[in-house]
């Protein structure tokens, strides 16, 4: 369960399933600059060959690669319904397509010129990569989270600009302390946004690899011609449902819990999140968004 389930291997921050996906798919020559293919086939080829589980546990393992609000750099390029932040569900096998995008071939980049080892399939009929090349630090671009026998690991996300600037600081002066490597990353990057609260939780994540970090999203206050004014949520933190979020708003306007909401729009869309939190009149927009950092998960 823990290596080859549950953890990701540290030299290019995958699990065996995402390793086996990634690597099908380029041998099927499903590149960024190719057409699509039905996700069935790939599914049914990384069954067949590499991965002896369940078809839904591959699909859903291919559909979060695809996922721009679960991955900070997605590995899979997706074509149909690959869910949403709302936590709807993706659309049936038969109906997706997919291929790698090009930050994936960096993943896979001089697999064929003996750059790896291979070790032999689940039936030794074929071989395949007991890691992949990784010209990029995939662990910390996109981080992990996993639940092993008496361990887990929960990696957030970081910027590749940040982390790239890191590694060839570390090349120049390889006794770099932690608080030195921090002047470069200075701290976690999320696909959905969102303010980190508190350095000092994130030092001691750094120093020590166990540490909470604190995550708000955005609220902008706009006002309205009539005097009124309006918070708009436009990020929220990582790995929560946005309906969820705007459901639990809703019902602490309803139960007065929160004073003086009158209305809540979902107007987000393709170009990114948008939560209308209408305010009446002589209302103090600061008080309701300490509320709403306190009351619910858009600080979490």
Same mark, same amino acid.
Do not use: C, F, W
């Given at each position: 369960?823990?290596?080859?389930?549950?953890?990701?291997?540290?030299?290019?921050?995958?699990?065996?399933?995402?390793?086996r996906l990634l690597h099908a798919m380029n041998e099927m020559g499903l590149r960024a600059d190719r057409p699509y293919r039905k996700t069935a086939r790939v599914v049914g080829e990384v069954l067949g060959k590499f991965h002896p589980h369940g078809e839904q546990a591959v699909y859903d393992a291919l559909v979060r690669m695809a996922q721009d609000f679960s991955l900070r750099y997605p590995v899979i390029d997706g074509q149909g319904n690959f869910g949403s932040i709302d936590g709807d569900p993706a659309a049936a096998q038969r109906y997706t397509e997919a291929r790698l995008t090009p930050?994936?071939?960096e993943m896979l980049a001089d697999i064929g010129k003996e750059t790896v080892d291979f070790q032999l399939n689940y039936d030794d009929s074929l071989e395949e990569p007991a890691v992949l090349p990784g010209a990029f630090p995939f662990l !910390?671009?996109?981080?992990?989270?996993?639940?092993?026998?008496?361990?887990?690991?929960?990696?957030?996300?970081?910027?590749?600009?940040?982390?790239?600037?890191?590694?060839?600081r570390y090349i120049d002066e390889p006794k770099i302390t932690v608080d030195g490597l921090m002047k &470069?990353?200075?701290?976690?990057?999320f696909p959905t946004g969102g303010?980190?609260?508190?350095?000092?939780? !994130?030092?001691?994540? &750094?120093?020590?690899?166990?540490?909470?970090?604190?995550?708000?999203?955005?609220?902008?206050?706009?006002?309205?011609?009539n005097g009124k004014e309006r918070l708009v949520i436009?990020?929220?933190?990582y790995q929560i449902n946005k309906s969820?979020?705007?459901?639990?708003?809703?019902?602490?306007?309803?139960?007065?819990?929160?004073?003086?909401?009158?209305?809540?729009?979902?107007?987000?869309?393709?170009?990114?999140? *948008?939560?209308?939190?209408? !305010? *009446?009149?002589?209302?103090?927009?600061?008080?309701?968004?300490?509320?709403? &950092?306190?009351?619910t998960s858009i600080e979490s």
């Open positions: 369960v823990i290596v080859a389930r549950a953890l990701p291997d540290v030299r290019d921050g995958l699990k065996p399933v995402h390793r930050i994936a071939q !910390l671009a996109n981080g992990a989270s996993g639940i092993a026998v008496g361990m887990a690991t929960n990696i957030p996300p970081h910027n590749l600009r940040e982390i790239a600037r890191a590694v060839a &470069y990353i200075t701290g976690p990057d303010i980190i609260i508190g350095k000092d939780n !994130l030092k001691q994540g &750094y120093n020590k690899g166990r540490g909470s970090i604190k995550i708000r999203g955005d609220i902008d206050v706009e006002p309205l011609k436009k990020s929220i933190p969820t979020l705007n459901e639990r708003i809703a019902e602490l306007a309803r139960e007065k819990k929160i004073e003086g909401i009158s209305d809540i729009r979902d107007e987000s869309n393709h170009k990114g999140i *948008r939560v209308v939190v209408d !305010l *009446r009149r002589n209302v103090e927009p600061e008080t309701v968004k300490r509320q709403l &950092y306190k009351l």
